[in-house]
């Protein structure tokens, strides 16, 4: 069903163009929304790796520089300890010459808050004052121009209200976790647009397998039976499934040709049996010595032959059109031409009976078929009517519908109750009131037969009162 | 006349070659496809009746190799297929006319005799003539003794070939192959009720009836004894 499906939905009429329709296959197919999964679950998975990465090495450069001040201030505190302010004051002083780089930065300022020994002249502009860890923009001069380069530190409140400044000039620091952002997200980048490429080279490379499989089914459905899903040899489960399909295909074939066969030898061997019955009959018939009782009687058993002979035919046919590969006969014919040959053929019986035949049909409602076959199909519904109608007016339609081909046969007999339109196609089903008439209960099997081997489809509607009985093909474009 | 049978079926081909025999032909029997097709490449025989499934080599390759040979003696193919498709793919591989097993031997009998004639009506000849009927291909129109009778153009097609088979039976079978290119049977007796309507038309105002009912066989137009 999915394939009819699959194979339906195109026709009837996207109006957008090719690539539209395309897209929006691909969109609903199970292998995009299979690699979308993927893509999602590995785009956060490389995100994750990502933000982790970047967290643990901005953090260590952080952790540094904690170290770095926590031993620069474990010094002063020692020193201050030995030897006082003017202690803290010189060593302050020492390291602020030491040239270390500039990377560290030292005031101690008086209770007044001006400056008593350091690197830098004054209190930074934003610093509040307060003792514990603080960030802050350090104003610096190099090469001849000044700019803001961002600090971490700590200050200190001294006993008498002197204040010390220890902090780290971190632009460094920011220029790595910059960089280690940058390269991050290029990673990321690239690493989202490879998944993204893979996973939809890998959805289309299922698609495509999928596909394969589909249009081979399609394919042995239409009746070639001898086609199979290549394999492309790599042995993974696509390709397990592709030879499970084909084992089972040949077996369906093998079945089909065993049947066919059967049915083959079916009807030569017992056929010739009883053509020879017959024959026999036919020559005791024309035996001179036979009196006119016992003509009748051969006679009588001639017919009962023929009876059972008509019943086997019927039989015979159904089965080869349901096994369905020869379709070597069809060919673009006008339905309004089989309607009216019929109608053409039957007029005069339905007459005698006291029918009407009424025949409308529009132009040009072409379709690809055998017309023999379709004959023969609307002959059995002519003959059905006339059987079971009791009279009043048997319409025969021809007319597009919805892109499709109808070919309509309504009467206003009794017709068929609802529950009983499914099972009288089925073979020998001869409803209640009809078993009294004759006929042998093949001929909607054989109709539906006939409709199947076209790929039509053939429903039975009430015509208030009255059967109407609906054959719909594929159209040939008008 | 000659006649050559093609059929494997003992029994059958038995009561063929009697039958036949009696109707005053010249019967030979092949029991398998290739004696058939080496009979039959002599080209003398009139007809040849052709059973479709035989062994060694079927009879539709009997055919086509005979007809690949140019060899166009009329062919009638027997054969226990009997679908829509059987016979229409037998037609097309060369048969000249279809025949399904069983037959009533008068069936055989009127399709053979069609079979033979087709080959000597002068495809030229615009009127046809029974007794005192008369129908003329070009202008389409039927009279019988100087009177215009009107036929329709289905009934003109069915007296058209009633008339080219005058004196011998047709079959309904033969008549919905041949005038209709129907190749099943109805159930219900559509040809009969044409038949007796250009019946109404051809006879009814006449002395003499030329369109006869053949009990289990068909029907025959032949002009009074």
């Known amino acids: 069903m999915a394939v009819e499906k699959l194979h339906l939905a195109p026709a009837r009429g996207w109006s957008g163009s090719p690539l539209l329709v395309h897209a929006r296959r691909l969109v609903r197919t199970h292998a995009i929304r299979l690699a979308a999964l993927y893509f999602l679950v590995f785009a956060i998975s490389v995100l994750g790796v990502l933000l982790f990465v970047y967290w643990t090495s901005a953090n260590f450069v952080v952790q540094q520089t904690e170290a770095t001040l926590d031993a620069e201030i474990a010094g002063l505190a020692e020193q201050y300890a030995q030897r006082g302010l003017s202690g803290l004051i010189q060593i302050v002083a020492a390291r602020s010459a030491g040239g270390r780089g500039d990377a560290m930065v030292y005031l101690v300022t008086d209770p007044n808050g001006r400056p008593l020994a350091g690197n830098i002249s004054g209190w930074p502009a934003e610093v509040v004052v307060r003792s514990g860890w603080l960030s802050f923009g350090l104003e610096r001069t190099r090469n001849g121009h000044s700019e803001i380069r961002p600090a971490w530190g700590r200050l200190f409140a001294i006993p008498g209200g002197y204040r010390l400044l220890v902090a780290r000039d971190i632009s460094d620091a920011a220029a790595f976790r910059g960089q280690v952002r940058a390269t991050l997200l290029w990673a990321g980048l690239v690493a989202l647009g490879v998944g993204l490429a893979g996973g939809t080279l890998m959805s289309r490379n299922m698609l495509r397998r999928v596909e394969q499989v589909n249009r081979t089914s399609e394919r042995v459905m239409a009746g070639n039976l001898s086609d199979r899903v290549p394999l492309n040899g790599t042995s993974d489960e696509f390709d397990q499934l592709a030879a499970n399909l084909n084992r089972m295909l040949d077996q369906i074939e093998r079945l089909m040709t065993a049947m066919r066969e059967v049915t083959d030898d079916v009807a030569h061997d017992l056929k010739t049996p009883l053509s020879r019955l017959r024959t026999r009959l036919e020559r005791a018939l024309h035996d001179p010595s036979a009196d006119p009782y016992q003509r009748e009687t051969i006679r009588a058993a001639i017919d009962e032959a023929d009876r059972l002979l008509t019943t086997f035919n019927a039989l015979l046919s159904i089965a080869e059109l349901e096994s369905g590969a020869r379709r070597e006969g069809a060919e673009p014919l006008d339905l309004a031409e089989v309607a009216r040959s019929a109608a053409e053929l039957y007029e005069p019986v339905t007459e005698e009976k006291g029918f009407v035949l009424a025949v409308k049909t529009e132009p040009g409602v072409e379709i690809r078929g055998e017309r023999h076959l379709l004959s023969q199909a609307l002959a059995n519904l002519l003959d059905n009517a006339l059987k079971y109608a009791g009279g009043g007016t048997i319409e025969i339609a021809v007319f597009r519908r919805d892109g499709q081909a109808v070919l309509e046969v309504a009467d206003h007999g009794p017709g068929i109750p609802e529950a009983d339109r499914q099972t009288v196609f089925d073979r020998f089903v001869r409803l209640e009131p009809s078993r009294t008439t004759p006929g042998n209960g093949l001929g909607l099997s054989l109709v539906r037969a006939i409709v199947r081997r076209h790929d039509g489809s053939v429903t039975l509607a009430d015509n208030r009162p009255g059967l109407r009985v609906r054959l719909q093909f594929a159209a040939l474009a008008s | ?225």
């Open chain 2, 1 to 225: 006349m000659k006649i050559l049978v093609v059929e494997d079926d003992r029994e059958t081909a038995a009561y063929l070659a009697k039958g036949l025999n009696e109707s005053g032909y010249t019967v030979d029997c092949a029991s398998d496809g290739r004696d058939g097709l080496f009979f039959a490449s002599s080209g003398d025989y009139n007809a040849i009746i052709l059973d479709r499934m035989l062994p060694s080599m079927d009879g539709l390759t009997v055919l086509g190799a005979l007809r690949a040979a140019q060899i166009r003696t009329p062919a009638l193919i027997l054969s226990a297929l009997g679908s829509v498709d059987d016979r229409v793919k037998g037609l097309r591989a060369g048969g000249d006319d279809y025949l399904v097993k069983p037959f009533a031997f008068s069936e055989l009998l009127a399709r053979l005799e069609a079979l033979l004639r087709r080959g000597t009506g002068s495809a030229t000849e615009t009127k046809l003539r029974v007794a005192d009927l008369e129908l003329d291909l070009l202008t389409r129109t039927v009279k019988r003794r100087g009177q215009p009778i009107e036929v329709l153009p289905r009934e003109f097609r069915l007296l058209e070939y009633l008339m080219r088979n005058a004196g011998h039976v047709v079959t309904r079978t033969m008549l919905l192959e041949h005038v209709w290119d129907y190749h099943f049977d109805p159930q219900t007796n559509v040809i009969d009720v044409h038949v007796s309507r250009l019946r109404q038309k051809i006879d009814k105002s006449f002395d003499h009836p030329l369109l006869h009912t053949v009990r289990g066989a068909g029907y025959c137009l032949r002009a009074p004894s």
